[in-house]
């Protein structure tokens, strides 16, 4: 099993170009999470999904776009990158509420 | 308002030294909690959770609901427990997990 994996490993973006990152998870989980993960501030919710077809805003969604169309994959979405979306995005997964969420290896972002 | 705080953002201890790495919550209900673990150049992993009661790698924690902490305790530091180390909470409505801002514990040799 790969577990969670995570595409690109690194990007570097202009200010207002686009880009999704893709995350994909082999282990029939329901529930998917999108995290970005900043100095000296821990890693905070983007957005996550309960379940196929569902999405839900996390405390920090602004400026971001989720999808859920299959069960194994949770993609996020940067429809206008901005200089304050640097960080590093971990997209992680679990089994149920309250059980163990695994984590990607993580996406590093760079917007110029 | 749920929130978790971990007040050092780093801590440095020396080889065989104990450890405690402080966590603060604030929950309204019965709340669930975690210790992740980043080392180096790897991704987030789970460390314990205060259900499960159980010792990893040497590594504590006990809930304290009256003080409302969750601090993780080794009673001899080794190297290669240096580390970012997170403490968590889960929100049970979908699973979200609360993070503090993290600890960076390095043990010196």
């Known amino acids: 099993n790969a577990g969670v994996t995570q595409t690109p490993k690194f990007r570097v973006l202009k200010t207002g170009q686009s880009m999704t990152l893709l995350c994909a998870q082999d282990m029939n989980h329901e529930y998917m999470y999108w995290y970005r993960q900043d100095p000296g501030m821990g890693l905070r919710l983007i957005h996550y999904s309960v379940g196929e077809g569902t999405t839900a805003k996390g405390e920090v969604p602004d400026g971001y776009n989720v999808s859920r169309l299959k069960k194994q994959n949770f993609l996020l979405g940067l429809e206008s990158a901005a200089p304050s979306q640097t960080s590093v995005y971990f997209c992680?997964?679990?089994?149920?509420?309250?059980?163990?969420?695994?984590f990607g290896p993580g996406t590093r972002l760079t917007v110029t | 308002a749920q929130r978790v705080t971990q007040p050092e953002k780093l801590l440095s201890v020396f080889k065989g030294a104990p450890v405690e790495l402080k966590c603060n919550y604030s929950y309204s209900g019965s709340p669930e909690l975690f210790w992740y673990v980043q080392y180096s150049r790897q991704r987030l992993q789970l460390l314990l959770r205060?259900?499960s009661r159980e010792s990893i790698k040497g590594f504590t924690a006990d809930l304290n609901k009256g003080e409302t902490s969750f601090h993780l305790k080794k009673p001899f530091a080794q190297e290669e427990d240096s580390a970012m180390y997170y403490c968590?909470?889960?929100?049970?409505?979908?699973?979200?997990?609360?993070f503090g801002q993290g600890t960076e514990l390095s043990v010196k040799p």
């Open positions: 968590a909470l889960s929100d049970n409505q979908g699973g979200k997990l609360i």
């Open positions: 992680a997964s679990s089994y149920r509420e309250g059980t163990e969420q695994y």
């Open positions: 205060h259900i």
